[in-house]
Structures are given as structure tokens and as C-alpha cells.
């Protein structure tokens, strides 16, 4: 296999990425098609769909190598099922699959770009296959979802006033809803199973490191950094 | 990538494969897990969800090559469009992904074979990842077909008397449902986007070759031979 693609995303680090695509609406990616795929040809029509799946290796998890067993997050991260009952990115031949929102597509001089939102990718991943989401094949209308029922937030999310004086002129200069990415990202609450209250956590989004904490229900942005 | 398992399919020729998974309920298949990934550790907790994704490889067709752009059955064989904006398997890297209904997992002494149903997957194919279903984030709620809407079929089909014989015989020796799997393979259509009425056609399910032809809205199934 040899990549199509690279991601551009907002997630620059693996810290803070949602556990499955479309649960944070606000994280958005492009993917530079690289040649000989990055030819307007190749994806034409393509704009005709809402959604597309994207195909690709979780690069990072290559290193550690695949394991029989995992701990999903979803069960608490103390219980271990198989590696195929599971979405791990430790898994044989690493390949990771994402349904993103197709937003735009742009072609100029010999570069190809697909902008998507919706994103559970690392930046720098590299993209093997980009489909068309198909409803009517990809959302057989009675399966259920085992052990990973939809996920549910009761957590409050407050910023420090300099957060949002930060998030205000870096959305003008940059153009990027940092705030509602913030948000969205911190209130699917990233912290591993086992984590202290209290505690404080950085996270990486673009170029921007962001401090908080979590208190009972209640969400703290103390402070934010550019890189 | 190497094969994690390998493909015993209903269809052990491409003509009459589904054009998309979930078309055909009645079509059957095992995935029989290779080594080292034949453990049952490996699949432990699967049996939870209803719905698999197969991931594979195109395998018969790495030898013809991928092509900039393809022309999708979906719009009559005469338009063509970028090949990421299709599913066709004449695509970089041969990756092949489809949902299917998981029927049954059996293990025994060194084996693990995973029964599932609704296959577009042609016998032999080498599949390379098997994961979870999960419908909150595999299936956007605002997703739409892009050129691609339901396939209907207004197509009516008769069985020859001694059709009908082999189909019982068969069934109960092998415990297949046949005759239901010809019926849905072929009310979709099977036939190119170019053909012409009253031609026969053959048709190999498992190991049997079926004879068939088209008459204005009426498909007659006029004979079946084991191969």
C-alpha cells in the first residue's frame, strides 16, 4: 500500500483526538492528494456526496506493534476484549477508517485538496483510499451498537477570560473556530479511564497548547499558549 | 498489509456479485482467521455487535492496474467519473471495505471462522481487517446517496419446474438456501449496463452454474447445472 494522501488537521497530537470520527464536528482537516493521484480527474463527481469515508495507516501506532487483546476505552479501560472486537490502533496492518463531512473540494495548478470536518485524524497521517459515503450500504438500519453505545457528556465547559480574548483574535487571524473546537473537544472529555480529578492536562490543537482541568462536572480552560 | 483471513463466499465468480454489501441478505460467507491471528482472544467480544466491517483486497483486480477514472454501473455504464468519487475495485491500493451481518463466531482447537451474511465478497478475497460496526459514528444521520440513491428493482423472476427441484434437492443436502439467493442476486440486476433482452446468461453460486435470461420485466431462470 503506499499513501494518496496526507492529513492536515487540527490535531497535532494524538492527546485530545475523539475516540471515533463525527464527534466533534468542529475538527476539520484537509487531505493533500499526492501524485499521481492528485489530478482533478481522479475525484471528479465526488462532490455530488455529504460524507466520504477516508482509508488510512495509523502511522504512530506502527512502532508498538499489534496486540491480541486491547482495553477500550469504552469499557472503562479495565476490561480487554479482541483486537477485532475493537477499534484499536494497535491492530494488524493498522488500518484506520473514517466517515468525515466532505466540506470542499479544491483543485489549482497540479494540487488536489479535499476539505472535511468531523475528523478523528492525526495530522501527518498518511490517507491509502478516499470513497463516497453510500447511506443505503454503509447504515444497515438494524445494527446496533454492542459495547459502544453513543457516548454522552454531563460536563460544563467555563473559560478564563484571557482563553477567550486568546480564541477571539486567533479565530480573526487564522480564520479557525478555536473556542467551539476547544469545546467540543474537551466536553467528549479526552482524560484516560483511569485519571485524577483535579489534575491539570495540556492538549495540542493546530498550533495551540491548551491547559485544563476538571472539577466534579464542571470543565476549567485555565490558559492557552500558541507553540 | 498481509491477509488476517481469507474469503469462503457464495460467490465463486465476480458476474452476480452485489454491487454494494447488504443487498443481498441470503448471500453467505466464512472468514476463516489465518495465523497467528486464528486465536480466540483475537475476536473475543465481537459476538456483541451485529454488524461487521470486512476490510480486503480487490485481489483479482491488482492485475489489470487502477485507473484515474471510472464508469459506475449506478449511472448506465456511459458516464465516468474520478475513481475515489466510486467504489469501483480498479482503485490505488485495492482496498475494499464492506458491512455485513454477523451471523456466528466458531471456534475450535486451533480455528476461528466468523460466519456472516449480506456479502459482496468474492470467494478467496484475502481480507486484511475485520472491526466493530458502531452506528453512532458509522452512520451520519444527515448523510446523503450523491449519485448513488437505492437500487430498486421492478423486475419479477420464474423458476423452471426443474429448477425449482434442484433448489430443494440442494438445499437439503448442503443446507443453502439456494433458490432464495438466485432470487436476490438476480432482482438486482446483475447484468452490465449494456446488454441485450432475451440474452441468456450464466451465473455461478457456490458450485452451481444457473442459466438465465430477461424478458421485458421478467426474469426466467431456465436452468441449473453443478459444476
Given at each position: 500500500?503506499?499513501?494518496?494522501?496526507?492529513?492536515?488537521?487540527?490535531?497535532?497530537?494524538?492527546?485530545?483526538?475523539?475516540?471515533?470520527?463525527?464527534?466533534?464536528?468542529?475538527?476539520?482537516?484537509?487531505?493533500?492528494?499526492?501524485?499521481?493521484?492528485?489530478?482533478?480527474?481522479?475525484?471528479q463527481?465526488?462532490?455530488?456526496?455529504?460524507?466520504?469515508?477516508?482509508?488510512?495507516?495509523?502511522?504512530?501506532?506502527?512502532?508498538?506493534?499489534w496486540?491480541?487483546?486491547?482495553?477500550?476505552?469504552?469499557?472503562?479501560?479495565?476490561?480487554?476484549?479482541?483486537?477485532?472486537?475493537?477499534?484499536?490502533?494497535?491492530?494488524?496492518?493498522?488500518?484506520?477508517?473514517?466517515?468525515?463531512?466532505?466540506?470542499?473540494?479544491?483543485?489549482?495548478?497540479?494540487?488536489?485538496?479535499?476539505?472535511?470536518?468531523?475528523?478523528?485524524?492525526?495530522?501527518?497521517?498518511?490517507?491509502?483510499?478516499?470513497?463516497?459515503?453510500?447511506?443505503?450500504?454503509?447504515?444497515?438500519?438494524?445494527?446496533?451498537?454492542?459495547?459502544?453505545?453513543?457516548?454522552?457528556?454531563?460536563?460544563?465547559?467555563?473559560?478564563?477570560?484571557?482563553?477567550?480574548?486568546?480564541?477571539?483574535?486567533?479565530?480573526e487571524?487564522?480564520?479557525?473556530?478555536?473556542?467551539?473546537?476547544?469545546?467540543?473537544?474537551?466536553?467528549?472529555?479526552?482524560?484516560?479511564?483511569?485519571?485524577?480529578?483535579?489534575?491539570?492536562?495540556?492538549?495540542?490543537?493546530?498550533?495551540?497548547?491548551?491547559?485544563?482541568?476538571?472539577?466534579?462536572?464542571?470543565?476549567m480552560v485555565?490558559?492557552?499558549r500558541?507553540?
Amino acid at each position: 500500500m503506499e499513501p494518496i494522501a496526507i492529513v492536515r488537521s487540527c490535531f497535532t497530537d494524538k492527546f485530545g483526538i475523539p475516540r471515533q470520527a463525527g464527534l466533534v464536528p468542529a475538527a476539520t482537516a484537509s487531505l493533500e492528494m499526492l501524485p499521481p493521484y492528485n489530478r482533478p480527474e481522479a475525484v471528479q463527481g465526488l462532490e455530488a456526496f455529504s460524507h466520504i469515508w477516508v482509508f488510512f495507516i495509523f502511522h504512530q501506532a506502527v512502532a508498538r506493534g499489534w496486540k491480541n487483546m486491547v482495553r477500550p476505552p469504552r469499557l472503562g479501560g479495565n476490561k480487554r476484549v479482541g483486537v477485532f472486537a475493537s477499534r484499536s490502533p494497535q491492530r494488524p496492518n493498522f488500518l484506520g477508517s473514517s466517515v468525515v463531512r466532505l466540506e470542499e473540494i479544491v483543485a489549482e495548478g497540479s494540487g488536489v485538496t479535499i476539505h472535511v470536518s468531523g475528523v478523528d485524524l492525526l495530522d501527518r497521517t498518511p490517507v491509502v483510499d478516499i470513497k463516497p459515503y453510500v447511506p443505503y450500504s454503509d447504515s444497515p438500519a438494524d445494527a446496533d451498537n454492542g459495547f459502544a453505545p453513543p457516548p454522552t457528556s454531563s460536563l460544563d465547559i467555563i473559560f478564563a477570560p484571557e482563553v477567550l480574548d486568546f480564541c477571539q483574535h486567533y479565530e480573526e487571524r487564522q480564520g479557525r473556530p478555536l473556542q467551539q473546537l476547544i469545546s467540543q473537544v474537551l466536553t467528549n472529555d479526552p482524560r484516560p479511564a483511569y485519571h485524577e480529578d483535579e489534575r491539570e492536562y495540556g492538549l495540542t490543537l493546530w498550533d495551540v497548547n491548551i491547559r485544563f482541568a476538571v472539577h466534579g462536572k464542571t470543565i476549567m480552560v485555565k490558559s492557552v499558549r500558541p507553540l
